[in-house]
Each structure stands twice: as structure tokens, then as C-alpha cells.
């Protein structure tokens, strides 16, 4: 019995020829893995964002206070939080960038 969600094969001759033409065939993304990407993708950036903008406020704070960092922890949780949004995202675009 066929399974109704698949798509109809291509003919023999036609994926022998695709394939030696490099034209892959991708599957496509389930509704599931399409939510949990859209979440992780919208979680990336605000984490990215919300770090650039605790890095600039603390620099403003840095500067008003004539260049004395109180408390470095602090700004290096600001940057964890930049870097990790940012490589995330990254990550993530290069990974179907290949697919």
C-alpha cells in the first residue's frame, strides 16, 4: 500500500540524471521542526539583541563614570549573551545553507 504523504518517485533515468548534475532532492520540513525552528530562531536573536544593547548600556554607564568597570561579571555575561545569540544564528543559517 502507498503511503498517501509521500510524493510520487521520479522515473530511474530522471534521478540518475539529476544526480549527476548535483541537483539534490530535499525533503521538506515537518510542521513540528518548522515551529521549533521559528521559536529557536526568535529566541537567537533576542538574546543577541538584548546583549548588544546591556553591552551599550554599560558602556555609557562605563563612560559617565570616568572608565571604572564595577563589575565585570556583568559585562562578561552581556558579551556571553551577544556571542552566543550571534554563533546560534549562525549556526543555524549555515546548517540549511548545506542542506
Known amino acids: 500500500m502507498a503511503n498517501k504523504d509521500q510524493p510520487a518517485r521520479k522515473p530511474l533515468r530522471q534521478r540518475v540524471s539529476d544526480r549527476?548534475?548535483?541537483?539534490?532532492?530535499?525533503r521538506p520540513l515537518s510542521v513540528r521542526k518548522k515551529r521549533v525552528l521559528r521559536v529557536a530562531v526568535l529566541f537567537l536573536t533576542?538574546?543577541?539583541?538584548?546583549?548588544?544593547?546591556?553591552?551599550?548600556?554599560?558602556?555609557?554607564?562605563?563612560?559617565t563614570e570616568n572608565y571604572e568597570i564595577h563589575n565585570?561579571?556583568?559585562?562578561?555575561?552581556?558579551?556571553?549573551?551577544?556571542l552566543v545569540g550571534r554563533f546560534g544564528l549562525m549556526i543555524?543559517?549555515?546548517?540549511f545553507m548545506f542542506r
Do not use: D, H
Open 72 to 82: 565585570m561579571q556583568l559585562l562578561t555575561l552581556y558579551c556571553a549573551m551577544f
Open 20 to 26: 549527476k548534475l548535483g541537483i539534490k532532492e530535499v
Open 92 to 95: 543555524i543559517k549555515s546548517v
Open 46 to 63: 533576542a538574546l543577541q539583541y538584548s546583549g548588544l544593547l546591556f553591552l551599550l548600556l554599560s558602556l555609557g554607564g562605563i563612560v
